[in-house]
């Protein structure tokens, strides 16, 4: 809007630390994701008023509000069971063959993943095959992120939670030995493990009405969001078990 013109220098590198645990990796995708959403509530309407091209708005809009698609992520993995009986009965079936046209959806987000791959790293061919697993983990993450586009839309304040930073360069080094690391997890949790089995159930459904195209996904959502939970309560206990050991080691030579 103020004339500025930009260019990609697809080489120039920005070096940065990836979370190490699951609860610091939750934080910092909640203050991208609510931070994303409070920066399109602020500038979509300047972005509107001014005169720049049509394509330029319109593609503004996608980029500033893409994070709004967590919460229909969650909205999908409910209805994907209550669907599941409904095909089985039968009555829709023009519908549903109609509808799973929209699959073809599934291929743009792995392409985009695929030459980004490409782009960086050499055995991309390798790395690619984990695409499901980044799949089911960004489903495992809708809850999460869901909370962060709700708290944004609405301007409800929140703590601004750092990502702990603790230097690991190698998979030799573990945060477990670290100072800072998170104890807590949120509330959140409840409702990702509530979820996995929801998905779970649905995945048995599925199996069991032979309803085989509805798997996959079912799948994806029932590892995503257990997977998430699980290491959530796991990690934060283990940061727990460190800190009482590292109060005990600080206090006994009081005691002493």
């Avoid at 992120?145 to 930073?165: C, D, I, M, Q, Y």
């Amino acid at each position: 809007m103020l004339g500025w013109k930009f260019k990609f220098l697809r080489d120039v590198t920005s070096p940065a630390e990836l979370p190490a645990e699951i609860n610091a990796l939750k934080s910092q995708q909640f203050r991208w994701t609510k931070g994303a959403i409070e920066t399109a509530r602020k500038l979509l309407p300047m972005v509107w008023k001014s005169n720049i091209p049509f394509r330029i708005k319109f593609h503004s809009t996608f980029h500033l509000t893409n994070n709004i698609v967590f919460p229909f992520i969650i909205l999908a993995s409910i209805l994907n069971v209550p669907l599941t009986f409904i095909k089985h009965g039968g009555q829709y079936n023009a519908y549903f063959d109609f509808m799973s046209v929209f699959v073809l959806a599934f291929i743009g987000s792995f392409l985009f993943y695929l030459y980004s791959q490409k782009d960086i790293y050499v055995d991309w061919r390798k790395r690619i095959m984990l695409f499901p697993v980044f799949m089911a983990g960004s489903m495992g993450f809708a809850v999460n992120n869901s909370k962060a586009v709700l708290e944004g839309l609405f301007k409800r304040k929140s703590e601004f939670v750092r990502t702990p930073k603790y230097g690991i360069e190698g998979k030799k080094q573990s945060w477990n030995d670290k100072k800072y690391v998170p104890v807590k997890f949120s509330w959140t949790v409840l409702v990702e493990i509530a979820l996995a089995l929801y998905c779970l159930f649905g995945v048995l459904s599925s199996l069991y009405y032979l309803e085989i195209a509805a798997v996959p996904f079912q799948l994806l959502f029932t590892f995503g969001y257990g997977f998430v939970a699980l290491m959530s309560v796991q990690q934060a206990l283990e940061a727990r078990r460190i800190k009482m050991s590292q109060l005990n080691l600080a206090v006994e030579p009081l005691a002493i």
